[in-house]
C-alpha cells in the first residue's frame, strides 16, 4: 500500500506541474506571442496568375471558395455572412460555398471549388478539413486559405494565424499575402495487406505524421472530449499510454544507412510548433524543402517523462543539454524522404487522423508543394 500511494503522490505531483504549466503557457499565449521563439516566416511567392490581359484591360479575379465543415464551425451563417460582406467590400464577387460530408471531408468540394474558377479555396474546419482541401490543390496554382476551428489547428498556429474570429480570418484569406510552403506525404504499409497493382495510398500532412505513442494518444481521445475542452483532451489520452511498450525499428534517412532504434514515438514534422507555444522541432520550417525526424524516448517511468518535458520546454527557449544519464532523448533527423521498418505494427497518424497500424512506413516531402494565404 505504500508503494502505491507513492506511486500515485508522484502520478499526482507530475500531473498538476503539467497542468499548471499548461495554463500558466496557454495565459501567455492569449496575452501576447513576443515571447515565443521567433519562427521564420515562409517565403513569399510571385503570383503567376495574370490579372490583365495583353493588352492591359483588367482581368476579373474569380470568387474565393469556401469549403466549411458544419460539424466544426460553430456558427456557419456568421462566417457565411463575413464571406459575403468582406468579399463584396474588397470588390470581390460573391464567394462559393461547399459543405463538406461525412463521405467527402473536402477533397470533391475543392476540385469542384477549381472547375469554378476559384481565385483562392478556404478550408474552414480542423486539421482534416484542411488536409483534405490541401489534397485537391497540391502542386497548384491556386491557393489555400483557413478559417480554423478543429482542435488542434496546428497549421494555423505556425503560420501566426489567429485561430478564433471569423472577420479577420476571412479578410486574410481574401486578401493576404500567399506564401509557399511543403507537403508531406506518407504511405503506411500494413503487415497482412497486398496493395496489387494500384499500389498503397499516399496520405497528405502540412504539420506532424508519426508511429508510436502520439498516434495512440491520437487513437485514444474522446470526440466528446475533444469537442469540450479541445486538445487537452490528447493529453488525457497520452496519460493511458505513458507506460506502453516502447517500439524498435530501423529507420533510414534518403540514401542513408539504415539505423536501429528503440522509441517511444517517432515524428516527422513540416514544423515544430505544438499548441500553447511548445516547439518540439526547433529547426522546422514550413518552406526548407526538408522533413525533420524526431526519435523520441523515455526510460525510467515516470521520471523519463518529466525528463521529457523539462527537455522540450529548455530546446523551445534555445537551450538544448546534454549529461552523461538522462532519462529522455530526442535525436533529431532531416531528409527529403524516410523510410521506417517497424518490429510491429504501430498505428500511424497524419496531422491527427489515424491511417492503421503499418509495419513499414514511407515518407517523402513535396517541396514549395502549396500556396497559402497568410496576414500581411
Given at each position: 500500500m505504500v508503494h502505491a500511494a507513492l506511486v500515485l503522490g508522484i502520478i499526482a505531483v507530475v500531473l498538476a506541474s503539467v497542468a499548471l504549466w499548461i495554463a500558466a503557457v496557454t495565459y501567455r499565449e492569449h496575452r501576447t506571442t513576443a515571447t515565443l521563439p521567433p519562427m521564420r516566416a515562409p517565403r513569399p511567392v510571385p503570383v503567376p496568375r495574370a490579372t490583365t490581359d495583353d493588352d492591359g484591360t483588367p482581368r476579373p479575379v474569380g470568387p474565393a471558395a469556401f469549403v466549411i465543415n458544419p460539424i466544426k464551425v460553430s456558427d456557419v451563417e456568421a462566417l457565411e455572412t463575413a464571406a459575403r460582406t468582406i468579399s463584396r467590400e474588397l470588390g470581390l464577387p460573391d464567394p462559393l460555398i461547399f459543405h463538406t460530408t461525412v463521405a467527402?471531408?473536402?477533397?470533391?468540394?475543392?476540385?469542384?471549388?477549381?472547375?469554378?474558377?476559384?481565385?483562392?479555396?478556404?478550408a474552414a474546419g480542423g486539421d482534416g478539413t484542411v488536409r483534405s482541401v490541401a489534397t485537391a490543390l497540391a502542386g497548384g496554382e491556386v491557393p489555400m486559405a483557413l478559417i480554423p476551428s478543429g482542435t488542434g489547428n496546428l497549421l494555423a498556429r505556425n503560420l501566426d494565424l489567429p485561430v478564433d474570429g471569423h472577420s479577420p480570418l476571412v479578410r486574410t484569406a481574401l486578401s493576404g499575402r500567399e506564401v509557399e510552403m511543403d507537403l508531406g506525404w506518407l504511405t503506411a504499409i500494413p503487415a497482412e495487406g497486398d496493395a496489387g497493382d494500384q499500389g498503397y495510398p499516399?496520405?497528405?500532412?502540412?504539420?506532424?505524421?508519426?508511429?508510436?505513442?502520439?498516434?495512440?494518444?491520437?487513437?485514444?481521445?474522446?470526440?466528446?472530449?475533444?469537442?469540450?475542452?479541445?486538445?487537452?483532451?490528447?493529453?488525457?489520452?497520452?496519460?493511458?499510454?505513458?507506460?506502453?511498450?516502447?517500439?524498435r525499428l530501423a529507420l533510414q534517412v534518403g540514401n542513408g544507412a539504415w539505423q536501429a532504434l528503440r522509441v517511444r514515438t517517432l515524428l516527422f514534422a513540416n514544423c515544430g510548433r505544438l499548441p500553447a507555444g511548445i516547439v518540439l522541432l526547433p529547426d522546422a520550417d514550413l518552406d526548407d524543402g526538408y522533413l525533420d525526424v524526431a526519435a523520441i524516448d523515455t526510460r525510467g517511468g515516470l521520471i523519463g517523462w518529466a525528463s521529457l518535458l523539462w527537455r522540450v520546454l529548455l530546446q523551445g527557449i534555445g537551450v538544448r543539454h546534454t549529461v552523461l544519464y538522462n532519462p529522455s532523448s530526442i535525436e533529431f533527423f532531416r531528409g527529403r524522404s524516410i523510410s521506417v521498418q517497424l518490429d510491429k505494427p504501430e498505428p500511424v497518424q497524419v496531422d491527427g487522423d489515424l491511417v492503421g497500424e503499418a509495419v513499414e512506413v514511407h515518407v517523402r516531402v513535396q517541396a514549395g508543394g502549396l500556396r497559402v494565404r497568410v496576414r500581411r
Open positions: 467527402d471531408p473536402g477533397v470533391g468540394q475543392a476540385k469542384d471549388a477549381l472547375a469554378a474558377g476559384a481565385s483562392v479555396v478556404v499516399e496520405h497528405i500532412f502540412l504539420v506532424m505524421a508519426g508511429a508510436g505513442f502520439d498516434a495512440q494518444m491520437v487513437a485514444g481521445a474522446d470526440d466528446a472530449l475533444k469537442r469540450r475542452i479541445g486538445w487537452v483532451a490528447y493529453f488525457f489520452a497520452g496519460v493511458r499510454h505513458l507506460h506502453a511498450r516502447r517500439t
